[in-house]
């Protein structure tokens, strides 16, 4: 009889919450910073920063509430949830677990938009009128767009159905004490039998072509600017080059720590079900991760650009003047009350 896997369960629950807290208290001062102390010098770029931000929070906030797990059994990766918040039923709840993972498509397509804005930035200015008024639903509706896709490919191609309830049913109620049609589950199984389950490769395929594309626009305008930014950037100021790299480096770091740590794994254990390995992995400690990279994020962003160094002790010394003025004011106020009552006392006693 094979263990029981709960324990790696309330690990991965203890992460989500750390992920969605620590998300809401660095994302925070990171748009504060971002809108109220530095907003001239980033120019719309502002935006994009706060956007990341925002679909950050909302991404550990989806995980806060519903706690989705992946689970890896020979030729299938499992995707499931142990929770119904608010008496959802299983149904409404796979099409939530669908929406959190076009979270995760938006999350790469906003980087990616990030790397476009920061190519034409130094090579085609002209082009950044495109991140002003108006012209910025443009890139909304092109992380929206890819996100709704890549979520109905999870939740549509990905639905369980009797076969995918029988192969794995044993497993989920042996590893996660948990009967199979209770519990809200999305499946990619490969085979059938022998035969390949074609209804699961077209959603990896879409999944895997939403994700091509968003890295072949980072891997070029990250190469495009690497080759030629010093020459482009030499004609700025100081302050602007130092800006225009420290983004850039930045940006190459927000792509590569989670490229490397997360998402090549999972894109290896969405791919394993194929080579049908003899194997049981709670594949949510991997998942984990990507609920606390939101809060990465904030502090990569944060640490890279020294403006936002300044600004979070500019902010704090705001914060510690108008303390000491308040209670100097209040210490006044508390004298004058002591001497005036000393006054009418001693008037009484002559």
């Not at 770029?45 to 806060?64: D, I, P």
């Not at 030729?75 to 299983?90: C, Q, V």
């Not at 929406?99 to 397509?109: F, H, K, Q, V």
């Not at 999972?266 to 991760?289: H, R, T, W």
């Amino acid at each position: 009889m094979g263990a029981s896997y709960l324990s790696y369960i309330q690990f991965c629950i203890f992460m989500g919450n750390l992920g969605f807290f620590s998300n809401a208290f660095f994302g925070f001062i990171l748009v504060y910073l971002t809108l109220f102390y530095i907003k001239r010098q980033f120019g719309s770029y502002k935006y994009l920063l706060v956007n990341f931000q925002v679909l950050g929070f909302v991404f550990a906030s989806f995980e806060f509430l519903f706690h989705t797990f992946l689970h890896t059994y020979n030729a299938s990766l499992t995707y499931f949830s142990l929770s119904r918040p608010l008496g959802m039923s299983n149904f409404t709840m796979e099409w939530m677990m669908g929406i959190y993972t076009g979270l995760y498509s938006a999350t790469i397509c906003q980087l990616a938009i990030q790397f476009l804005y920061r190519y034409w930035a130094i090579f085609d200015t002209p082009k950044l009128k495109y991140f002003n008024g108006s012209y910025y639903f443009i890139w909304v509706s092109y992380y929206s767009f890819f996100g709704v896709l890549w979520a109905f490919a999870v939740g549509h191609f990905f639905a369980m159905d009797d076969f995918g309830r029988e192969y794995l049913g044993e497993e989920i109620l042996l590893r996660y004490e948990r009967n199979i049609t209770d519990i809200p589950v999305l499946g990619l199984i490969a085979y059938e039998g022998d035969d390949i389950r074609w209804r699961n490769v077209y959603g990896l395929s879409l999944m895997t072509l939403i994700s091509t594309v968003q890295y072949s626009i980072i891997i070029i305008c990250g190469h495009q600017m690497y080759t030629g930014m010093r020459s482009k950037i030499a004609v700025l100021s100081a302050q602007h080059r130092r800006l225009h790299r420290q983004f850039f480096r930045a940006l190459v770091i927000q792509i590569s720590a989670p490229t490397i740590i997360l998402f090549c794994p999972v894109f290896f254990m969405i791919y394993a079900p194929f080579a049908d390995l003899e194997i049981s992995f709670p594949s949510c400690i991997i998942q984990s991760g990507f609920t606390v990279y939101p809060a990465l994020d904030s502090l990569i962003m944060m640490s890279c650009v020294s403006e936002y160094g300044r600004a979070l002790k500019k902010m704090v010394m705001n914060t510690k003047e108008k303390y000491t003025v308040k209670t100097t004011k209040d210490d006044s106020k508390e004298t004058g009350k002591s001497t005036s009552t000393h006054g009418r006392t001693v008037t009484t006693k002559v």
